[in-house]
């Protein structure tokens, strides 16, 4: 629409620079697979000129606003908006009363309310939404609306919903999903056992940009919606359903992204904007404050984790046991797959001929949860760290040792029963992780005024440099990436070549992990050309491309593309094999996008041999088929893995405990490297949301109540907190990925945490066992 400011361009136009790489021999320009050009929104990004969501505007517009629950639980007697509708300005308040079809939405499970009428379930709980003319006015409209609460008991305790004589908070129950894993014998036993309890504090995306958007009433019953999210289509399916309208009447558009890692995965304020512009008539726009963005998504889970590891004497892995307690918050979000993640991941990349596994994933009234970076086995992965190195100190071994020992490789079973039949580079991760140079050590009592800002408490300068001690620590983790357990994931793409310009139609949000760059780089090197145009992505022109999420849209998106670039290149061969008269078999298409004939004269781009005309394909790329877990949880439930060792060095001022993370080296199992430079900002972002994890981030939540809403009080890691990071890529493409590529956004986090509260663990000699790492945890 016309009047609509959305402060996007129409089209993400690449053009690569005409130069070709130093040292390159490869024809035609840069910016192919392998390459590092730069991203298309790059420099309007670091120029303060890109639009985000919360830029979006409309002429006439109206500003909405979220009412919530100050209560953890309770009854909602009753609730009057006499007084916010009589304020000058307001232009509708809606209620549950109001609603005008399915109340609940869900990504897994529809089981939350739009708008809460008969109870609230977590402080935070949306229970009415304004529209007015000014957004001040909007947040006076929802002030003055009178709700008439009955607190309750707040239910806040996991291990309590998981006694099945505690009442349900909610009608589907307090156990969301429970998941047992037997393999193997369980009742062997080994000659070394060790066992420990862990807690995983609850973890926030802390993304940027909070959650903002703007709905558009179309004039004949639907809206248009642009928002920033991680799955457009499923966004859309979700609002047309509590809207009571078709899919088609809902048209979702990406607006620009100011991070996510999770977070955007579920829909926040998406159906709210829309009931209020499809009553008002009007477009409305909704930005949370940061205030509100802290209770309006979802956390990552808190974790109690138990484990028993057995051995024999010689450090193989015999069995492990483990019960995984996750706390869900109030409704089940992505819940079931998180804990289905880490029942699979809960060993390790280890090895394990038997397992005895229970994970539980319960509701309560604290803030739900769902998906964030690691997606469950970034709280496995730090028990399973932290028992290994109690093994190893056990068994008297060196814990690097007695990882390689049981390191899987190619041909393993896991503990579901799946055999590897892809590059499992574990031991490779290890071995490079640990070749990479440690840092110089510090002298004694020698920071000069200078220096304070590298010692624990910075340039506080609280730390006496003789009490600093220095801990190493290393870690090992994995992932499945893709989707799992029978769910049947696809990606749609559209290719057009047309004098000279390929245009990328695709459904991908967005959202940091660069895919404007790869669509590009796939049909460079495809195609052999030279620009090429991203069209926005949208609902209404293409199917879905799933969601930015399980590090999946490189391997699934990337395939969608790379299929259409080959059917419309198989056009091309055809068209070039009839004018010379030979078979199109004889006609070899390269890996930059040339067509060669068994002739030397033939040699042409597959863009230089379109000419004129215009080609087209389009292509869905589905992933193998994966099954369900058994009642034993055995299955072949996960496409492939992605493996990663991290390996930490700490500065810790033993008398107030204040920890500084010097250094973290990483290998990484990436199965090919497209982009250099994007790869190695996912490692460097990864282990940054894993330091923060391991030393300051966590939402507090007491007796239901959040308590540091804010980045006042949620810390997260700076520059001036960041360690200095080493990489090495571990090259083993997957013969199942279309490219040979595997998503790299998630295993930096996974393990990075472990790493650090290991090295805390060698420097201080305390067994640390719960994150963050609190200073009174060390002292």
């Known amino acids: 629409m016309s009047d609509i400011d959305t402060g996007i361009r129409d089209t993400i136009v690449d053009r690569p620079p005409v130069e070709a790489p130093p040292g390159s021999t490869r024809r035609g320009r840069k910016g192919r697979l392998g390459d590092s050009p730069n991203r298309p929104d790059g420099p309007p990004k670091v120029q303060g000129q890109f639009a985000f969501s919360s830029d979006l505007h409309a002429e006439g517009m109206l500003w909405g606003r979220t009412l919530r629950s100050p209560h953890p639980h309770a009854r909602i007697r009753s609730i009057d908006t006499t007084q916010a509708v009589a304020i000058p300005g307001v232009a509708c308040v809606l209620t549950a009363a109001d609603l005008p079809a399915t109340p609940n939405y869900g990504l897994i499970h529809a089981d939350q309310p739009v708008l809460a009428g008969d109870v609230v379930r977590y402080q935070g709980e949306a229970v009415a939404i304004v ?28 291990g309590a919903a998981d006694d099945p004589t505690t009442p349900a908070i909610h009608p589907d129950g307090n156990v969301v999903r429970r998941i047992t894993i037997r393999h193997g014998d369980g009742d062997a036993t080994g000659d070394v056992v060790v066992e420990g309890d862990y807690e995983v504090g609850m973890q926030d995306q802390a993304f940027l940009g909070p959650e903002s958007g703007l709905a558009v009433p179309d004039g004949d019953g639907g809206v248009e919606l642009w928002v920033a999210t991680q799955w457009l289509h499923e966004d859309r399916d979700q609002v047309a359903a509590c809207l009571g309208l078709p899919p088609e009447a809902v048209r979702l558009h990406l607006a620009g992204v100011g991070g996510a890692f999770g977070a955007r995965e579920d829909i926040s304020f998406q159906v709210h904007a829309c009931l209020l512009a499809l009553r008002s008539g009007r477009p409305v726009k909704m930005s949370y404050p940061r205030e509100e963005s802290f209770v309006g998504h979802v956390h990552r889970h808190p974790a109690r984790l138990r484990y028993r590891h057995h051995a024999t004497r010689e450090g193989d892995l015999v069995k492990v046991e483990a019960e995984i307690l996750m706390d869900g918050g109030a409704y089940a979000s992505s819940s079931p797959a998180v804990v289905g993640n880490a029942a699979r991941m809960a060993a390790g990349p280890y090895r394990v001929p038997n397992a005895v596994v229970d994970a539980t994933v319960v509701r309560t009234n604290n803030p739900p949860c769902g998906a964030m970076r690691g997606f469950g086995a970034v709280q496995v992965c730090f028990a399973h760290e932290a028992q290994m190195d109690r093994l190893a100190a056990a068994l008297g071994v060196d814990p690097v040792e007695l990882r390689l020992r049981n390191a899987l490789e190619p041909g393993d079973t896991l503990i579901t029963g799946q055999t590897l039949r892809a590059p499992a580079p574990v031991a490779e991760c290890i071995r490079a992780t640990i070749a990479h140079p440690l840092p110089a050590s510090p002298e004694p009592s020698s920071a000069s005024p200078g220096e304070w800002l590298d010692l624990p408490g910075g340039l506080g300068r609280t730390a006496d440099p003789d009490r600093v001690h220095r801990g190493v620590g290393l870690a090992v983790g994995f992932k499945n990436i893709l989707y ?42 495809t195609l052999g050309c030279d620009e090429v145009v991203l069209e926005p992505a949208e609902t209404t022109s293409i199917g879905s491309a799933g969601s930015s999420s399980a590090s999946r849209q490189t391997w699934m998106s990337g395939g969608a593309v790379l299929h259409a670039c080959r059917q419309l290149a198989d056009e091309v061969r055809a068209k070039v094999a009839a004018a010379h008269g030979v078979a199109p078999t004889t006609l070899t298409l390269t890996d930059d996008g040339r067509l060669v004939g068994p002739d030397a004269g033939l040699d042409v781009t597959v863009t230089e041999a379109a000419g004129d005309e215009t080609y087209s394909a389009t292509a869905v790329h589905h992933h193998r088929p994966t099954v369900p877990m058994d009642d034993d949880g055995q299955g072949d439930a996960d496409v492939a893995y992605a493996f990663a060792a991290h390996r930490a060095v700490v500065d810790v001022d033993v008398d107030l405990g204040l920890v500084r993370v010097v250094q973290v080296t990483t290998g990484q199992d990436v199965g090919r490297v497209l982009h250099p430079v994007q790869v190695m900002g996912q490692i460097e972002g990864g282990i940054a949301q894993g330091v923060g994890l391991a030393v300051m981030e966590e939402l507090v939540v007491n007796d239901g109540l959040v308590r540091n809403p804010s980045f006042t009080d949620y810390l997260i890691p700076t520059i001036a907190d960041a360690p200095e990071v080493l990489a090495t890529c571990i090259e083993e493409p997957d013969p199942q990925s279309p490219l040979g590529a595997k998503g790299v956004g998630e295993p930096p986090t996974i393990s990075s945490t472990a790493a650090v509260v290991a090295a805390i663990r060698a420097a201080t000699g305390v067994d640390v066992a719960r994150v963050p ?7």
């Open 773 to 779: 790492v609190r200073p009174w945890d060390l002292v």
């Open 484 to 525: 799992s357990e029978g769910f049947d994931d696809s990606s749609e793409a559209r290719v057009r070549l047309e004098r000279g310009v390929a245009t990328v139609t695709c459904a991908v949000a967005e959202v940091g992990q660069g895919f404007v760059t790869i669509a590009a780089q796939i049909a460079r090197s």
């Open 131 to 158: 529209a007015a003319h000014h957004p001040d006015t909007a947040a006076q409209a929802a002030t003055a609306i009178v709700i008439d609460y009955e607190p309750l008991a707040p239910l806040v305790d996991a």
